[in-house]
T-cell receptor
């Protein structure tokens, strides 16, 4: 079956880089996503990557995909206090009917 | 503002009661998804509608039902409520049934006392 796993907590110092990791089990996943949830808000799409890509960079965000190990990571450079949130990894198939989300990693940025 | 509107934002009710949560998708989106987020279960997919038709069903209880109307708004009906139904209920929309991006609403927080 489909499963997405993440570590639940991560603390970093302001200005450092954060790396949030995710593993998934479904090798037929075509799209992999990172969503951000701030307190009291819905999930906001940060970025996504196609399974035929290894890396995608978007300003301070870098997504790395190791398809062989089914491992996805999100690196946030120069982490700020405004980056404190829960980050969800998710996967879906092409023309898939639902998305599978991980449990979310709560990122705390310390001053 | 994501463009997905959910009402009410907060709802407090008693066990055994019935509530209806409403969602208006982003303009132009045909597909609506419902998710339940609780502390112990994480984000759980409940059900998906596409252009008025049920398209996929996830971990939705029999006490729960949903529909999507001709104007594309959707309602999630929760009945015979139990304490464990207390959660955040999110609606998300996408342009097509298999589209690769979901846009989420801010959620409806349900508290069952």
């Amino acid at each position: 079956g489909e499963d997405v796993e993440q570590s639940l907590f991560l603390s970093v110092r302001e200005g450092d880089s954060s790396v949030i990791n995710c593993t998934y089990t479904d090798s037929s996943s075509t799209y992999l996503y990172w969503y951000k949830q701030e307190p009291g808000a819905g999930l906001q799409l940060l970025t996504y990557i196609f399974s035929n890509m290894d890396m995608k960079q978007d300003q301070r965000l870098t997504v790395l995909l190791n398809k062989k190990d089914k491992h996805l990571s999100l690196r946030i450079a120069d982490t700020q206090t405004g980056d404190s949130a829960i980050y969800f990894c998710a996967e879906s198939k092409n023309y898939g009917q639902n998305f599978v989300f991980g449990p979310g990693t709560r990122l705390s940025v310390l001053p | 503002d994501s463009g997905v509107t959910q009402t009410p934002k907060h709802l407090i009710t008693a066990t055994g009661q019935r509530v209806t949560l409403r969602c208006s998708p982003r303009s132009g989106d045909l597909s609506v998804y419902w998710y339940q987020q609780s502390l112990d279960q994480g984000l759980q997919f409940l059900i998906q509608y596409y252009n008025g038709e049920e398209r996929a069903k996830g971990n939705i209880l029999e006490r729960f039902s949903a529909q999507q109307f001709p104007d594309l708004h959707s309602e999630l009906n929760l009945s015979s409520l139990e304490l464990g139904d207390s959660a955040l209920y999110f609606c998300a929309s996408s342009p097509r049934s298999g589209a690769n991006v979901l846009t989420f609403g801010a959620g409806s927080r349900l508290t069952v006392l």
